[in-house]
């Protein structure tokens, strides 16, 4: 389309289902974002709408308004945080872009923008789903002048939020704590994350939920952001005196990393961003069916039912051989396990972890005929088989290093740090990445593999190749090793895992089936980084294990019924050794595994939703269809209330127009009287019978329950099917 338009086809609404994003791309100047938030009506006037925008100039300031568009630029239309800065070889870091085409798609626009002065086109790139809503915004930079531009920062979207969105949601963590929650006020002055671990890490995951003060699961208005990216990354709320409240995102290069030759051209992430007028569950309904439709690539394109797993590092660690192994496979198999992983220790001469990275052939004092009879005997047991990897790591103490020890990250003669004893390796570097394909490529060819769990245990230090930085090159080397293993072998599955939950985001998730959240196993803490974590990711890529009786990173002991209860909610599995359950435990496993079989198709493909709780010890949750015909929820008492009567619990996702017959499909927990004529009828097969008015507003009478345990309830619309 020729520019020089001014009339209202510059003007471009994007709907989803509840929510407008208008695109206001009038005159030759950067467009911007006119409206973002619920629903506009169908027949709204958007030139009225958007002139009625206009800013008055104000005191004391230049001598014509700019207010902020899609990419705010340094020194001209904005004096806050640019979304693109660098500069020309020629010291020129000033950059006016004009619009020089607009392209309509299917469901979004193509903005292309030209610096002529600096010889620089830029590409924005903003697209709906028109099923859930979700923005995806992504950019590009074309160097098109004859001398190199140092790219400092290209920010993926630049999207804006009302004043009133006041509060924020940012995600805090460590190993063995991650997708903690921590509530910011946002002020002018900038709030915002930087990372420079060279993966998405533990501690600045890259996604933040603004709001109206005081939002919750079920109120207020929310806007949710997240930036697809494994590597480092930037994403800040800045709030102007102006009063712009912008957001922005990208990936954060590291000085000199990004210097775009003649021609060249660097692409963003991708920054994904939703709305929900109902507080944080319509949010998080956004990016799970999002994710599901739009982000996941199943093998045969369908997920198939998320096979109940057995992961055996907390079961013997590195302590392998075929008996302990196959014994372990027979118990798995018993209680109900559909797939087995054989975790870390099966390779080189690993036993323990300062050695063997890079050497990726069975142990032979292990596996003295390789994995086969391992995998013959778990597949005869009518388990699918998973193997551990992590191949972007070498060991000093490896045959791989030993050959090459070039082909580590370093900037030398600097120092080369290890994490956990190893190094990584410069997948950068054509021959390295090759030794490693090969490697993995003869694994899957000759091991009847269905499923890896793909690990990664070190920040990234120094990101660096010959001292320049490389985090970025290193990350897309990352994302094309997994890229052409799954062409090859479009079968296989893998899992995301990174010392825990530190590579969770929807970049490696394009290329990958499940996250590994954490190495916390204690079903107490796993509450909280649940929560967290199912903010941005649906429960079935939710890797969430039955753990030992007293966790291996806590210390603490919990029953078997609150841990299987915890895991129940997400993908399933189990990591202790199995041998050690005596027959009542292994019956109540069972009886744990069959119940998440029973729900398994609404666990995992229905709507996540927390209560709002006025009681903080404990977290109200379930999963229910979205027609809202039934329901199965969860109360996990964390810590001793502050009530002596339980406070009522509210079921969010139920029709409060119908009514529900409630029932307990697990046996209560121990120490849950059962102190009302209801309670009592509840236990009984029938269950009881409640309207869903009550269920979702005024609230249901709990039992009181003693800490660490939880209490699943199952509803159905009673004129449900
Ligand atoms: C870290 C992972 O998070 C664990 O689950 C386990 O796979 C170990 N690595 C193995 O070394």
């Not at 640019?82 to 870091?93: I, Y």
């Not at 190993?175 to 501690?203: C, Y």
């Not at 109900?336 to 992983?341: D, H, I, K, L, N």
């Not at 609404?602 to 903080?616: C, I, K, N, T």
């Amino acid at each position: 389309m020729p520019n020089r338009h001014t009339g209202p086809d510059r003007l471009i609404r994007l709907d989803g289902p509840h929510s407008t994003f208008v695109v206001d791309a009038r005159g030759d100047g950067v467009p911007r974002c006119a409206y973002w938030g619920s629903s506009l009506p169908a027949d709204t006037d958007l030139e009225t709408f958007c002139d009625a925008q206009a800013r008055p100039v104000p005191r004391n300031a230049l001598d014509a308004d700019t207010p902020p568009t899609l990419v705010p630029l340094a020194g001209f239309d904005r004096l806050g945080a640019p979304a693109l800065s660098g500069s020309c070889a020629d010291g020129r870091s000033v950059t006016a872009l004009v619009l020089t085409h607009l392209t309509r798609e299917a469901d979004g626009v193509v903005l292309a923008l030209d610096d002529a002065a600096a010889g620089l086109g830029l590409e924005v790139h903003v697209a709906i789903d028109p099923q859930t809503g979700v923005l995806s915004l992504r950019s590009a930079l074309h160097n098109r002048g004859p001398h190199p531009y140092r790219l400092d920062w290209l920010a993926a979207g630049t999207l804006p939020l009302p004043l009133d969105a006041a509060e924020a949601l940012v995600f805090d963590g460590q190993w063995n704590r991650e997708f903690h929650e921590r509530r910011i006020v946002l002020g002018q002055g900038i709030a915002g994350r930087e990372n420079r671990r060279g993966r998405t890490s533990h501690d600045a995951f890259p996604g933040l939920i603004a709001g109206q003060a005081g939002f919750g699961e079920t109120r207020g208005a929310v806007y949710g952001f997240h930036l697809g990216w494994s590597g480092n990354h930037r994403l800040a709320v800045e709030t102007d005196v102006e009063g712009a409240r912008l957001v922005q995102a990208g990936e954060l290069p590291m000085p000199g990393e990004i210097v775009l030759e003649s021609d060249e051209r660097y692409d963003t992430p991708i920054l994904y961003a939703a709305f929900s007028e109902h507080g944080l569950n319509g949010l998080s309904d956004a990016f799970h069916r999002f994710v599901r439709r739009r982000v996941l690539v199943w093998p045969n394109g369908v997920m198939a039912p998320r096979p109940v797993t057995f992961n055996s590092w907390e079961a013997v660690y590195f302590h392998h051989d075929l008996k302990t192994l196959s014994d372990l496979a027979d118990v798995a198999a018993e209680v109900g396990a559909e797939r087995f992983v054989l975790d870390d220790g099966w390779f080189g001469d690993r036993d323990d972890d300062t050695s063997s990275l890079g050497d990726w052939t069975p142990d032979h004092r292990k596996w003295p005929d390789g994995l086969t009879p391992l995998i013959d005997h778990v597949r005869g047991l009518g388990m699918s088989f998973g193997l551990w990897v992590e191949p972007e790591m070498v060991n000093p103490d490896s045959d791989l290093y030993r050959a090459h020890p070039d082909w580590a990250l370093h900037a030398d003669p600097l120092p080369r740090p290890t994490g956990r004893h190893q190094l990584v390796l410069d997948l950068t570097n054509p021959e390295a990445f090759a030794h490693i394909h090969v490697a993995l490529d003869a694994l899957l060819q000759h091991n009847r593999i269905d499923y890896l769990k793909w690990d990664m245990n070190r920040d990234l230090a120094p990101g660096t190749v010959s001292g320049r930085a490389a985090v970025g090159r290193q990350t897309r080397a990352v994302y094309a090793l997994i890229d052409r293993l799954r062409a090859d072998h479009p079968h296989v599955e893998i899992e995301s895992c990174s010392s825990g939950g530190a590579r969770a985001d929807l970049g490696i998730l394009s290329r990958t089936h499940r996250i590994w959240p954490s190495d916390c196993n204690d079903a107490l803490e796993r509450q909280t980084i649940q929560r967290g974590f199912s903010r941005f990711f649906p429960p079935e890529l939710m890797g969430a294990h039955v753990g030992p009786p007293q966790s291996h990173t806590t210390g603490r002991r919990l029953t078997l019924a609150f841990r299987a209860t915890t895991a129940l909610f997400g993908h399933m599995g189990m990591e202790l050794d199995l041998r050690t359950l005596d027959r009542a435990h292994r019956t109540e496993l069972t009886g744990f595994i069959t119940l998440h079989k029973r729900f398994r198709d609404l666990l995992h493909s229905g709507q996540r939703v927390y209560a709002d709780d006025p009681d903080e010890s404990r977290l109200t949750y379930g999963t229910v269809r979205p027609d809202a015909g039934e329901g199965l929820f969860c109360i996990a008492q964390l810590t001793t209330s502050a009530w002596r009567t339980p406070p009522t619990v509210r079921l969010p996702g139920l029709d409060p127009a119908r009514t529900y017959r409630l029932t307990l499909p697990a046996p209560p927990p121990l120490g849950c009287p059962i102190g009302t004529p209801m309670h009592a009828a509840l236990a009984e097969d029938g269950g009881v019978v409640l309207p869903g008015a009550l269920l979702t507003r005024s609230g249901f009478q709990p039992p009181p329950l003693w800490p660490a345990s939880a209490l699943v309830m199952h509803a159905v619309a009673t004129d449900a099917a």
